[in-house]
C-alpha cells in the first residue's frame, strides 16, 4: 500500500490507546457537502469507532461539518456512515470483533491519489494502563538514546 496523497482526518490518540493488530483500507459513503468539508480539512475523528450493523459495517460517531452553514438540505454531523468493503473483509472484521473482543478504529482519513475518500481502519485491542506507560518509557527512552548518538557523533 503507498501512502496517502492527503490526510483529512486523524485519530493520534489511537495508536497510544489501542495495540494495532492489523489495519484495513475501506471506501466510505458521503455526500458532497462532508467531502468538500474534509478536503478543507475540518474531520474529526477522534472519538470515531467502526462496528458490525446487519450485514455491513458503519464508522459511527465521525464529526464531519457542514461545509457551509446555508445548505439546503443540512446534513446530520455525526450520522452513521456506511463502509465499502468487501463481505469477505466484512465477515473478518465482524467476526473478529465479536469473537476476540477487538475493536475497529479509524486511525484516518484520506484521499487517494484519484480522489477518493478512504478511511484506515485498525483491528485494535485496548491496552492497560501499565501498557501505556512501557510504551511511553520505551518512546522516551529512543528519544535520548537518538540525543546523545547524535551529541556523541
Known amino acids: ?18 495495540t494495532i493488530i492489523d489495519t484495513v483500507e475501506a471506501g466510505i459513503m458521503l455526500v458532497g457537502t462532508e467531502v468538500k468539508a474534509l478536503r478543507a480539512g475540518k474531520g474529526n475523528i477522534s472519538e470515531a469507532y467502526a462496528g ?11 464529526y464531519i461539518p457542514e461545509y457551509q452553514s446555508r445548505m439546503p438540505f443540512p446534513s446530520d454531523t455525526r450520522r452513521p456512515r456506511k463502509l465499502l468493503l468487501h463481505k469477505r473483509e466484512m465477515r473478518k472484521l465482524a467476526s473478529a470483533v465479536a469473537k476476540d473482543g477487538m475493536t475497529l478504529v479509524p486511525l484516518d482519513i484520506h484521499f487517494t491519489e484519484r480522489g477518493m475518500a478512504k478511511v484506515l481502519l ?32
Do not use: T, Y
Open 52 to 62: 458490525p450493523r446487519g450485514d455491513e459495517v458503519w464508522l459511527f460517531n465521525a
Open 1 to 18: 500500500m503507498s501512502l496517502p496523497d492527503r490526510i483529512a482526518a486523524q485519530n493520534r490518540k489511537a495508536r497510544h490507546e489501542f
Open 122 to 153: 485498525g483491528l485494535a485491542k485496548g491496552k492497560k494502563h501499565h501498557d501505556k506507560r512501557e510504551a511511553d518509557k520505551k518512546r522516551d527512552w529512543e528519544r535520548e538514546k537518538s540525543r546523545v548518538m547524535r551529541d556523541k557523533g
